[in-house]
């Protein structure tokens, strides 16, 4: 598959119209490549409401949320282009292997469109590769056809068991190779990201994740071989491109 770099609350739906003058600019064409993210233990239905109404003002490629919020998320984004993604077992990945199966059928039964697997990085480490393979086999047969990508963790891993991490990952199904989880682990780099596009198969792709907060970062990131790029900070970085004086209150983390 070819890839080209970078360089190369509204809650009526039927009220809400694309900005045309802003579909042509820069700011667009980053927000298309963009996974906004909203993961916090205190997540209000106000905050909800205010994420979701910012996918839909700047086209972002996908709303990234709690696995209990994915029903309410795909009746809102039904028909608008913009996918639904959640996470299954962050940020430990030490659920059982079949728990994580169900949970996974439980959100594509809801309505994600993606799913984000933590694998248990801990049988990787101990040298339990048969386990580690079987654990991220089973959310990908669970998934269906609902991409899966799976966090790495890559920071907390040697050079060898990098490899193998892809390797297995690859081989166990995944559509894409993640960095890390966030930022909590370490920041996305265009390094680790040149890393998984040269390892990987043409047909597996690759997203950055973990303290992603400017244009630049973005535009690095995706120039190293990143197709999706996922962060919180997806307002802030439109408002930098758009120069925008309109700067709503907007939670922030490491995501």
Same mark, same amino acid.
């Given at each position: ?32 490549? +963009? ?31 709690? /696995? ?34 169900? =949970? ?26 048969? =386990? ?8 990908? =047969? ?48 265009? =390094?680790? +990201? ?6 990987? /198969?043409?047909? +597996? ?51």
């Amino acid at each position: 598959m070819a890839r080209l770099g970078w360089n190369g609350a509204i809650t009526n739906l039927k009220q809400f119209e694309p900005d045309h003058q802003f579909a042509t600019t820069e700011a667009a064409e980053l927000a298309r490549r +963009i996974q906004h993210t909203l993961i916090s233990n205190v997540l209000t239905e106000a905050l909800w409401e205010a994420h979701v109404a910012e996918c839909l003002k700047y086209r972002f490629h996908a709303a990234m949320i709690p /696995p209990s919020w994915v029903k309410k998320t795909a009746g809102r984004l039904r028909d608008t282009g913009i996918r639904v993604a959640s996470f299954v077992d962050f940020p430990y990945g030490t659920m059982t292997s079949r728990g994580k199966a169900y =949970e996974t059928q439980q959100l594509v039964g809801n309505g994600a469109e993606e799913v984000d697997l933590m694998p248990n990085v801990g049988f990787l480490l101990s040298g339990m590769e048969k =386990e580690y393979f079987d654990d991220i086999r089973g959310v990908v =047969e669970a998934a269906g056809k609902a991409p899966v990508k799976i966090m790495l963790e890559l920071p907390l891993l040697n050079p060898q068991q990098r490899e193998r991490a892809v390797a297995l990952s690859v081989e166990a199904g995944v559509t894409y190779l993640k960095n890390a989880s966030g930022g909590a682990v370490g920041v996305a780099t265009p =390094e680790d +990201i040149r890393f998984l596009r040269r390892v990987a /198969p043409a047909n +597996i792709r690759v997203k950055a994740s973990g303290g992603i907060k400017t244009a630049r970062q973005v535009r690095e990131l995706l120039d190293a071989g990143a197709d999706l790029v996922g962060t919180s900070s997806g307002v802030r970085i439109m408002q930098e491109l758009l120069h925008s004086a309109d700067s709503a209150a907007v939670p922030d983390s490491n995501y």
